[in-house]
């Protein structure tokens, strides 16, 4: 995909992207090609894919959600959704959470290149940062971290009561969903909506929407080994 593809693919979900958001999103493409020779930030390298791969995959929920006020985004890695999020909506508050040091370190060098504002690197597991920030995002993100049963654990407790987590996955996406159930009545989210598409390379990609229609329980989330070792 190439940048006017993608241009006119994001317009076609509902959004135009002005000349200084694509720069943006052309320099943010080099940067990510020039540090993923130095450290392994992702498996696709040419601009043509990190275009559809990437970036159009991180903005396919723009049509099912209104992004406004704040955003975490979980396991953030090299910036997607997160990133890619605040440059197409540069009014929107972010945190980027990451755990590996490295990662924060190129999510900075990007951040402080494209003069990007109102965001933040966070170098801490989510489960950490909800001690702090209990309840606090409008919208929280997260993409191919964990299960659903175990991802929704690590998110749920950051997303305000009326607020949104949206889980970018693949096809497995209901399966997931359905064996989560359980997890995710404890965890206070209701199932919104599912909202499945094919990138042009044919790969599926499911929108998973769950609305905080309560607060999270006190006791989640747990220490990750126990997340891990016996979800919800």
Avoid at 161 to 170: N, P, T
Wanted: aromatic letters at 8%; charged letters at 30%; one cysteine or more.
């Amino acid at each position: 995909m190439k940048q006017a593809e993608f241009k006119e693919k994001v317009a076609d979900l509902g959004l135009v992207l002005n000349d200084e958001q694509l720069a943006k999103f052309d320099q943010y493409a080099k940067l990510l090609i020039e540090w993923n020779q130095k450290m392994n930030l992702t498996s696709i390298d040419e601009p043509e894919m990190i275009y559809l791969k990437h970036f159009y995959d991180s903005l396919l929920s723009i049509k099912e959600i209104d992004y406004q006020g704040s955003l975490a985004d979980v396991g953030s890695g090299a910036g997607f959704p997160g990133l890619v999020l605040k440059i197409a909506y540069p009014d929107l508050s972010v945190s980027l959470i990451e755990p590996i040091k490295k990662r924060c370190t190129f999510l900075n060098e990007v951040i402080k290149a494209l003069d990007l504002k109102k965001i933040e690197v966070l170098n801490i597991r989510s489960e950490e940062l909800a001690k702090k920030k209990r309840e606090t995002y409008d919208i929280v993100t997260a993409r191919a971290v964990a299960s659903l049963n175990i991802l929704s654990e690590l998110c749920a407790p950051l997303v305000k009561v009326g607020g949104y987590f949206v889980a970018l996955k693949g096809p497995m996406a209901k399966t997931e969903a359905s064996e989560a159930q359980k997890a995710l009545k404890k965890l206070g989210l209701s199932l919104d909506k599912y909202v499945e598409t094919v990138l042009d390379d044919a790969n599926q990609r499911t929108l998973i929407l769950l609305k905080k229609i309560k607060a999270c329980p006190k006791i989640y989330p747990r220490d990750y080994a126990l997340i891990k070792r016996k979800p919800l």
